[in-house]
DNA sequence: TTGCTCCTCACGTCACGTGAGGTGGC
DNA sequence: TTGCTCCTCACGTCACGTGAGGTGGC
């Protein structure tokens, strides 16, 4: 029988961390002293702890080593932990790689230029989205996706049926053109709707994998922000896997005022366009 | 300008988050009403926060970052930060590929046998040790052992220089054997002494990782059990990498008490004998 | 008036670590 | 007596999430 000291040497485990596990109830002492609470443990104590010591290796918390070390417990829970675990883990491997991935190529800026590195790139996944869209081939983008974006916007106001979100812009094209653009307008919806004849409700598909960038100011720079985030997909191992996207977060319009938009989309006169770019990404050479 | 909420839609950061950027000082609002306390921010703050967010899914911490985001920092110190990130993710994903290896071992046991699987194999490091030592072949472990373990103790307990761990057993054949067995009695020490002729001081090295089991009972079935560890190390791709030691945690030995040994380490009589078996272990086929 | 947004406490999370202040046995 | 070990609060960690209870503007 040993005190909590030398049950702590024995097994390496800290006092503290034996007072908890009693405390929580998943190794209570074999014996405690009534009248000084002195703990006292016995040998035959060494495999249940050195199985919770295994169990906290392997990264299963407190609770769940409690019901893995539960005499009750039956042989497809345990299986169903394990699975749970192993998925658990493959999936912070995946995270961490990409952190690793990301942390090096800030370190190549950081080797290479003086300049600072551009940290706004950001990697995410993109929602599915219900909306209502107007795809067309556009002789020029300027004022073709204005009058695209009303087009798609009327029935949408008529029915209140937009969403919390602003409008995207998708371009089809698998390269980048400003003539002949095969563009789409899409519209968040809160519910969908028989659309008229040239409009369509379906959902934009989520992506597991974005490189993503806001960019505040004029559109006219837009192109420039679109080039430098698909610079930085390529210098990251990444390639293009779906069509560009652009969030309109916060933006401008007075045919849009007249319909009533919520004020949060529509940027006062002279104040910041928000606008985010969002390239779909896969690993180069992977699936 | 936006008030906390739609600046929150904005960029998908929660309004708790935001909130708590402020408490810390991460990200002031760029206004906070006098009276009512309301945050008001601008499109100005966003490549801030942009930064904060791409930082924080590198897995800085919040207060690595308001460092990282200071105007004053260095290219070297960010180097520092990167570099340093650099080694800490590597860590976990080499801890995480570890664990997912024994979660699988522990699934293939489940799927394979009835028998609850063995989890008392923990992989772990194990510290240098300074200790007094005598290395000789034996020509039978059971008593040669107990001899060579007075002739280290004598001159320890002598000079009062035994730390506060067992005794260990280190068996230098590659192949384990009971005859002409060449083994070594190691006792960790507080401080180094000049030895009489056959005893060394020195240290023992550390091991990167041992695979390591406690057993409780008679030394008769210690055999056994280093058998069991040798077929897991198989199982989950491991290979021995130096010489197994045995570690008595807890051990009864007549002449110890004589010698006035710390309590800790012995057992009474008829209680039970602690040991731990320790095998140095590498990733089979790789360095 | 109702609903929505905003505010400030204050507590919970997770697995302990770190004192503070006091006791008991050699 | 001194030093060592044991005890029980109680608070800190980290980055928020979750109510509680109240206010302000349309």
Redesign the interface.
Known sequence: ?FKIG?FS???RVSVKMLRHYDEIGLLKPADVDASSGYRFYT??Q??RL??I???K???FSLDQIAGLLAEDLS?EA??GM??L??AE??A??RA??Q??A???M??RQ??QA?RP?L?????RALPALLVASARRRVPDLEDSVAQLFDVVELPVAARRARA??GPILLYHDRDYREEDADVEVAIPLTAPFAPPEGIAVRELPAVACAAC??Y?GDYARLPEVLQAILRWIGANGYRVSGPIREHF??FMSDRAAELGLPE?FLAQQG??L?TEVQIPVETDGGG
Request: avoid cysteine; glycine fraction near 2%.
């Open positions: 029988v030398d040497r024995l097994t040998a035959a060494l495999p050195n199985r010591i295994a169990l290796d392997l990264g042989p345990l299986r394990l699975l675990r192993q883990i493959a912070r491997i961490d790689q952190r690793m990301q942390v090096e800030h370190l950081v080797d003086e590195p940290f706004d790139v950001v990697l919390q979100a960038a806001v505040t977060l916060r949060t104040s910041q928000v």
